[in-house]
């Protein structure tokens, strides 16, 4: 897998991680405003609470189904109190585990551009090795055409 791959993949699922961020911090908010919109319901519950002991003949009963529904209410609220932190629990190794990825993408950032300058090392290399095979050539040309010059200059002192 090459490095800009991995990066995409990388890149993939801090995406689908901040998504889920969003959608459980949405999640946190509804709850919370679900809290407090039963926080408003046991208030009103406990006024009318009020009320209905002095209209009522038989108290005791009616409070004690009062109760018993005040005391639900409290259940429910306290089940939701409980997913909250349940949800910001998981809110926050989301985000340990972003920070993490954040983390190794950055090394990997580093990495890559360290390898890229290796490349742009090599490749000047590379040049400069095929610009010395050129000059090799053209001095073994040379050479050549200088050995033929003395064969000739030789040939030419025998024969005189």
Avoid at 62 to 79: F, P, T, Y
Avoid at 90 to 104: F, G, H, S, Y
Avoid at 112 to 128: E, G, H, K, P, R
Avoid at 150 to 160: F, G, P, S, V
């Amino acid at each position: 897998m090459s490095n800009e791959e991995f990066q995409k993949l990388v890149l993939q699922e801090l995406t689908s991680i901040k998504g889920q961020l969003n959608e459980n911090s949405r999640f946190i908010e509804a709850l919370l405003h679900r809290t407090a919109e039963l926080d408003a319901q046991l208030h009103n519950v406990s006024a009318n609470v009020d009320k209905l002991c002095g209209q009522v003949n038989n108290p005791e009963t009616k409070v004690g189904n009062l109760e018993a529904k005040v005391n639900n209410l409290e259940a429910k609220v306290g089940n939701l109190e409980t997913k909250v932190d349940n949800l910001e629990i998981k809110v926050n190794n989301l985000e340990i585990k972003v920070n993490a990825l954040e983390t190794k993408v950055s090394g990997l950032e580093t990495k890559f551009d360290a390898l890229q300058t290796q490349v742009t090392t090599i490749q000047a290399n590379m040049a400069t090795k095929e610009d010395i095979a050129e000059v090799n050539a053209s001095i073994m040309v040379l050479n050549d055409r200088l050995f033929r010059q003395e064969t000739e200059i030789t040939r030419l002192k025998a024969a005189k």
